[in-house]
């Protein structure tokens, strides 16, 4: 598929706050050269790290949707976070929502076999991630997430796997962290913190 062809973008978000805010500079890179292509994107993920993207994602590159796991399998407001495994029902009954989208593109951030195989379900055309635990078998795009690299330079890893050249930049932002979540409580000493990406 050309990637000129990519209007319809889904971005699937890792499950852990670290693991989200390591791929920032990758996803801010990638914005960057696919948003002047007119694209749309759209954010699977969950509810309790989905600001961390947002953060990223604003203006005119806010998502279009949202497909929240925890929030489809009930357990919107948990105070822990929700296992992958356990979220194997809710993952499969959105497979319907995600295919009525006709995305072009799936970028999947985590790793696990899950979420290439629903991207693989739901009829995503191209799907780009990391290889591993039979998932390679549904992506069409992969790469190894090495265990000797930062893990913010195994997310840039996939950037790579595209045809356009996509710069690796620097960028600080402001972060809104959402302290009504009581699991985020001991975490937070004042109501605004920035992250520099450096």
């Known amino acids: 598929?050309?990637?000129?062809?990519?209007?319809?973008?889904?971005?699937?978000?890792?499950?852990?706050?670290?693991?989200?805010?390591?791929?920032?500079?990758?996803?801010?890179?990638?914005?960057?050269?696919?948003?002047?292509?007119?694209?749309k994107f759209y954010f699977l993920g969950y509810s309790y790290s989905a600001f961390v993207y947002e953060s990223v994602f604003t203006g005119?590159?806010?998502?279009?949707?949202?497909?929240?796991?925890?929030?489809?399998?009930?357990?919107?407001?948990?105070?822990s976070y929700p296992k992958t495994q356990g979220a194997l029902l809710p993952l499969l009954a959105m497979r319907r929502?995600?295919?009525?989208?006709?995305?072009?593109?799936?970028?999947?951030?985590?790793?696990?076999?899950?979420?290439a195989f629903l991207a693989f379900l739901s009829g995503i055309s191209c799907k780009v991630g990391f290889r591993g635990d039979w998932r390679s078998v549904f992506l069409d795009r992969h790469v190894a997430n090495s265990r000797k690299l930062a893990n913010y330079k195994n997310f840039f890893a996939l950037n790579t796997l595209f045809q356009k050249p996509i710069p690796q930049k620097t960028f600080t932002f402001p972060v809104d962290i959402p302290k009504e979540k009581s699991f985020f409580q001991q975490f937070l000493l004042e109501e605004r913190k920035y992250l520099v990406l450096a």
């Open 60 to 79: 005119k590159h806010s998502f279009e949707k949202r497909f929240y796991i925890d929030v489809e399998g009930g357990s919107e407001g948990q105070r």
């Open 97 to 115: 929502k995600l295919a009525a989208h006709k995305f072009d593109l799936a970028i999947i951030y985590p790793g696990g076999f899950i979420f």
């Open 1 to 39: 598929m050309e990637e000129e062809s990519f209007k319809k973008i889904l971005i699937v978000g890792n499950r852990l706050i670290g693991d989200s805010i390591d791929s920032l500079h990758a996803l801010h890179s990638f914005i960057e050269v696919y948003s002047r292509l007119e694209t």
